[in-house]
């Protein structure tokens, strides 16, 4: 690989493409300049304006640059050293540990941290603190699709094959993702795709800009993904479109499965949905007519009460019609956070143990256990989920530590999250800015950014990446290793947590040993010099696994399982009050909880602020004039932001995208319903009014 003199071979921070670029410092070494690194696979070069821009947080204009404490005296957060800030939020979680138990202490992490910072976490969570209450802001990333995965493959990579088998394929579904917006340099394979003859199908109740390069666009009713992929179910079968042998040879539980979509007629599954039958019969063509299909999710089917088995349906159609574990085909997930599939796989969720090991499994527990250097029987049983996590601040869990995330502004229900936030005894956070959950903090910790730092991250291919360290930070900042480090060594645990990143992955290889996500192989002088290494990769003479799934699936028989699934209602419908339904999103210049991207001039040009976007229909029956003041009112919220009045929303629905705080908080007005399986919460719709302020 070569770079360029003087540059630095890194990735973006922000989503699970981890696009690569070159970083070169600028005159003087203050910060760098991002330029085009083409020979990286994924986006060849290509970068959105959060990428090009990244670089702008690095300022000490908008960033964290000491630590702060906030004081008696003045309730107020002061500047402190780094021996008081530490020795604070070692006094501030013991002192909870002691008198209420070691599950009053609560862990939090970010789906952005690395693989390194992510299985640091969950260590010191498991082994300084003994607490089982762990799990991170991934669990409202793609938590569905993951238990989805599992369930009918026995093992969870957030896409089977690499992105450079998407425009190979001969149609693609692309369910729920806006990916212009979201991943705008992914959008390059969906043209390819087309341009090699093959067939792009949207499912998105908004004609987004993705929407507007399909072949064929549907436009179901939020909250009805289920009985859309039941429908296409049935009509594949009634018009005799299954893979037979495909069924016979490579799965179980197709009668179940079969019965349970044949309850859904297409005329009963365009009530549900609005979807027309002649609309589900094209799609049905397109996706059966090519040798080779995929279907790809993103949060649209994944974040409802019911997104497991919406992803299952989903699955089964892949599956029905052979379009798994053959090349060219399958079913995947398009992750949305940088390190969204990693931080998941190396011991942040309240249910895993590094290399996607299961906390309950009394092998895994001891095979982690003797890496860490503990009994097993020490280490904690699953905890709470992330809502369910952040429902019990206050309460059952007293004290918080919290790094890399945002929930004041990303979490459902968001006022009474930060009221749980607010009741908490005490709360420590490590992040780059001072966010709108820091600002909330007894004790913030300024820590370094993806260009001041080396360590791992794991793309949405499955695909392990190297960022490397760029830039000096500044001398007030440090990162989430040395942080750890110096918490363990005050709570009387002086070796284990080591801060060189390179020494935290080896060590995570060792854990992931023989685990399903299996990372033993995979060196950093591998990464860099293969542009990354596919899991599972049990040997460094292995040469990773860009494809899973083609001789066998990861079940114990080799076989895909069916799951027979059946629509259900969003946990909430429209009624007389709340007639209308919510969705909710990203726009293209802003990222999760905005608390970096807000901070870009260049971004906050392009998207300044929240805005609900209705149809002209609905304007007109209640009102609404473009650009003027709008309230949404839910049964837990109230949000204003302008009108954005088109025709590319369905009349019934309205959409507000979720980046901003304040007045405008998107998620003041969502439902923290969770999946009875993943714990997702559903984000993607709630009944809500709508009426001018």
């Known amino acids: ?178 990916l212009a917006e979201t991943m ?55 018009e005799g479109r299954t893979d037979e042998e495909f069924i016979a040879d490579r799965t179980t539980g197709w009668e179940e499965a079969r019965a349970a979509a044949m309850a859904h007629w297409p005329e009963l599954v365009e009530r549900i949905t609005g979807v027309p039958v002649p609309k589900l019969r094209e799609a049905v063509a397109l996706f059966c007519a090519p040798s080779s299909a995929m279907v790809l999710t993103a949060r649209g089917p994944e974040q409802q009460s019911k997104g497991t088995d919406t992803v299952g349906a989903w699955i089964n159609l892949c599956l029905a019609t052979g379009r798994a574990g053959r090349p060219l085909s399958g079913y995947g997930c398009l992750t949305g956070q940088g390190n969204g599939q990693g931080g998941r796989e190396h011991g942040q ?12 499994d009394p092998a895994a527990r001891a095979h982690v256990a003797e890496v860490w250097g503990v009994d097993p029987d020490s280490l904690p049983a699953p905890g709470r989920s992330a809502y369910e996590l952040l429902d019990a601040l206050g309460t059952d869990v007293k004290a918080l530590l919290l790094m890399g995330s945002n929930p ?52 949405l291919e499955g695909r392990v990446l190297l960022r490397r360290r760029a830039l000096t930070p500044p001398p007030g900042v440090r990162t989430d290793l040395e942080v750890l480090h110096g918490l363990a060594a005050r709570l009387g645990i002086e070796k284990g947590f080591p801060t060189a990143p390179e020494e935290v992955f080896e060590e995570l290889r060792r854990a992931s040993a023989g685990g399903p996500a299996d990372y033993s192989g995979i060196s950093y002088a591998r990464i860099e010099a293969e542009q990354g290494v596919f899991w599972p990769c049990p040997q460094e003479s292995h040469p990773g696994t860009p494809r899973l799934f083609l001789d066998r699936f990861a079940t114990d028989d080799g076989r895909a399982r069916f799951v027979p699934v059946s629509h259900r209602d969003a946990a909430e419908m429209p009624d007389a009050e709340y007639p209308v339904l919510l969705t909710t999103g990203r726009v293209v210049a802003q990222y999760q909880s905005g608390a970096q991207t807000r901070r870009v001039d260049e971004l906050n040009e392009a998207a300044p602020g929240p805005f609900v976007e209705l149809h002209p229909r609905l304007a007109s029956r209640i009102g609404a004039v473009e650009g003027a003041p709008l309230a949404v009112v839910s049964r837990r919220g109230r949000a204003v932001a302008p009108a954005r009045i088109t025709d590319a929303i369905r009349a019934d629905t309205v959409f507000m995208p979720f980046h901003w705080p ?25 009944a809500v009014r709508v009426e001018p302020v």
């Not at 507007?212 to 594949?236: K, M, V, Y």
């Not at 969720?349 to 309950?360: I, V």
């Not at 420590?428 to 950014?449: F, G, I, R, Y």
Request: hydrophobic fraction near 40%; charged fraction near 20%.
């Open 1 to 178: 690989m070569h770079t360029p003199d003087s540059a630095t071979a890194t990735h973006c921070p922000y989503c699970a493409l981890q696009c690569g670029m070159f970083l070169r410092p600028e005159p003087g070494g203050a910060t760098v300049v991002v330029e085009e690194r083409a020979a990286f696979p994924v986006n060849r070069g290509a970068l959105c304006g959060k990428g090009r821009t990244a670089p702008a947080v690095l300022s000490s204009r908008v960033r964290l640059t000491g630590p702060l404490v906030r004081t008696h005296a003045t309730g107020a957060l002061e500047p402190a050293t780094w021996e008081e800030a530490l020795g604070a939020v070692a006094e501030g979680l013991a002192r909870t540990g002691r008198t209420h138990g070691p599950d009053a202490v609560g862990v939090f992490g970010g789906g952005g941290l690395t693989n390194e910072k992510a299985y640091a976490l969950g260590k010191f969570a498991r082994v300084a603190l003994r607490t089982s209450q762990i799990d991170y802001n991934g669990r409202f990333c793609m938590s569905s699709a993951a238990a989805a995965h599992q369930r009918a493959f026995g093992l969870d990579r957030g896409l089977p094959f690499p992105l450079e088998d998407v425009p190979r394929t001969g149609c693609v579904i692309l369910v729920g993702s806006n």
């Open 184 to 238: 705008p340099p992914a959008l390059r394979y969906l043209t390819e795709l087309k341009a090699n003859g093959g067939t792009l199908i949207v499912i998105d109740p908004r004609r987004t800009r993705t929407a507007e390069q399909a072949d064929l666009h549907l436009a179901p009713r939020p909250g009805t993904d289920l009985a859309l992929a039941l429908g296409l179910l049935h009509l594949i079968v009634a």
């Open 349 to 360: 969720k309240a249910d895993q143990l590094p290399g996607y090991r299961k906390l309950t």
């Open 408 to 459: 004041v502004v990303s979490a459902p229900d968001a006022a009474r999250i930060e009221d749980r936030i607010r009741s908490l005894d005490f709360l420590a956070v490590a992040d780059v800015v001072l966010s709108e959950t820091a600002a909330l903090a007894d004790v913030v910790l300024p820590v370094t950014q993806w260009a001041e730092e080396t360590g791992t991250t794991t793309n």
């Open 662 to 686: 304040g007045e405008g908080r998107a998620n003041s007005l969502t439902n923290p319903a969770l999946d009875p399986t993943s714990r997702m919460p559903e984000f993607k719709v709630c």
